[in-house]
């Protein structure tokens, strides 16, 4: 086992105050390690990282067709929301189309991730409900491909068949026997890989052939779904759609809670997974930057990328305190 | 130089999620280590847990006697409070008293720590002012001491007579010329030390004597205020105040930005000081606690510190996921 590497530093005046490590792996199309920091063996939980693996099942299946879903909606499947009105108005459609409502959601309710909508709800003294959850357009899928099949309303139960059918299609692409799973902040089952198996199914999806099998034609459609509509992924000043928009050529963003962050690079067949040992999504926010700069498909000056990485700390007066710098292993 | 040393693990299902390291190190009134884990010789910002080094020249000058300043104006000088009703009241009285209005902070506005008070803010649409500010009690404590001595206004600069009595004092009391300082969230300097001389400060204030000279004299006074009005400190559901009340004695805690925290033990003339290396909140608070049960001083059952420390992490829908556990070394 290796330990974990260091990832970023973030300093205040002439000293780095903390500093974060943690694993970040580059795989390859063959699945073979183009690069690696910290422990590639290392087993983790990609969290919401791990949103279009689960959404496999809802293309294969035929439902995600039977249903005509959108890009749009796909985006969402694959999406940590800001709960803004762009992403609840079309979770609520979408749900509404499936004769189903906001109870039928197994996600759990909680104020919208994005400041604006958050405090807008809170002056307006409304109750969030499950579709502000930054996962419910993840849970529509899910709602989708229960319905399609006719099983029943508990789907997140792990032995429920969509996440016996999630865990297969999880393993076959990760290109390992998950270990276990940890219950998610929305109450679906995370299943468990190591970094290396986390980066090769990025660099699956990166990959992928439209048309050469079901899995294949599922994993294009959904990192096209992402890249079309970044705002949707994640919402207007959040890392996953500015980077997405910044980058130079297409490539598809994920964040996860404690400190996970993906990157599908299609034009090279390249994946990327980052984990923060210590969960910070500063961290791996600022990791996944610097690798995407590394690889020459996002300028360092780009604003998006300043935002994260070497990004000015600023304090209440709105001095520079301080700055948040990748590690130069990374550079 | 050693590495920092495993503080406490986020737990989800079978997985150790996320783990933090860190430093920590107890001294006793000889300024000696009687345990530490990590590197005692790291170089630290101590961020707000060096605010009662900070408040040792508003009594030392004479400037709290002459204004007549209450344990409560003490304990609040020595404060990261929730910007509740209890802390801007008082704090807006004391201000009024010495004449002075919400203007003459230099700590910068934001919305209030509290939960509650910053929903209720939101709701009623008003602008948080500088007395919000978690640290407008400290600058309460410069402000006094500022016109006591008929210094300038511009008390947060570090070459401010206010800044060099406040470094004077930290140098003494640490044991160790300071290498520097950043500039703090609340845009005062806050002077870098070791784990090992912020250790032995906090065991300098354990272990001072009323009467013995002025400084010990300050010393007594601050950690006694602190002791006697938790609720000021910090504010409810805070660590520092929740953990306060919780000790069999009295202890003094305060918390600190970027994964901070002390701890003032006067009946056992020791002294605490915690940083976890990323600077997770989470992390020093399960620390501080798994520490004052080593101790003796915290039962690890009672709910202020079962809150912290072996903690359940909820969901939204309030299942259980996980939990943070401290690491075996410090149990």
């Not at 690889?295 to 700390?313: D, F, R, S, T």
Request: net charge negative.
């Amino acid at each position: 086992m290796t330990n974990p590497a260091p990832l970023c530093e973030i300093w205040r005046g002439p000293l780095a105050e903390s500093t974060h490590v943690g694993h970040a792996v580059i795989c390859d199309d063959t699945g073979q390690i183009v690069e690696a920091w910290g422990d590639p063996g290392k087993t983790i939980l990609p969290r919401s990282s791990a949103k279009m693996l689960q959404a496999l099942p809802l293309i294969e299946s035929g439902a995600a067709k039977a249903h005509g879903l959108s890009t749009e909606q796909l985006a969402l499947a694959c999406a940590s929301h800001n709960g803004a009105e762009i992403h609840t108005s079309r979770v609520t459609q979408w749900i509404t189309g499936l004769g189903l409502t906001d109870d039928d959601f197994r996600c759990g309710a909680h104020l919208p991730f994005g400041k604006e909508e958050s405090e807008a709800m809170i002056r307006s003294g409304a109750t969030p409900c499950q579709v502000h959850n930054n996962c419910s357009g993840k849970h529509a899928g899910f709602l989708t491909l229960t319905k399609h099949m006719g099983w029943g309303p508990e789907y997140v139960e792990p032995d429920h068949p969509l996440q016996k059918a999630a865990l297969e299609a999880f393993e076959e692409v990760t290109g390992e026997k998950s270990p276990g799973f940890g219950i998610d902040g929305c109450s679906a089952p995370n299943f468990a890989t190591t970094m290396h198996g986390m980066a090769r199914a990025m660099a699956r999806f990166a990959s992928a052939s439209e048309g050469a099998n079901a899995r294949q034609s599922a994993a294009v459609q959904l990192w096209q779904a992402m890249v079309k509509h970044p705002e949707l992924v994640a919402g207007e000043t959040r890392a996953c759609t500015e980077l997405m928009r910044a980058c130079s050529e297409p490539v598809a963003l994920k964040t996860g809670a404690e400190g996970f962050f993906i990157a599908i690079i299609p034009g090279r067949k390249l994946g990327i997974a980052v984990k923060a040992a210590d969960g910070a999504t500063r961290a791996a926010e600022c990791t996944i930057a610097a690798l995407l700069v590394r690889l020459g498909l996002l300028e360092a000056e780009h604003p998006a990328a300043l935002k994260v990485m070497n990004a000015p700390i600023k304090n209440w007066r709105g001095i520079e305190t301080g700055r948040i710098v990748p590690a130069a292993a990374l550079r």
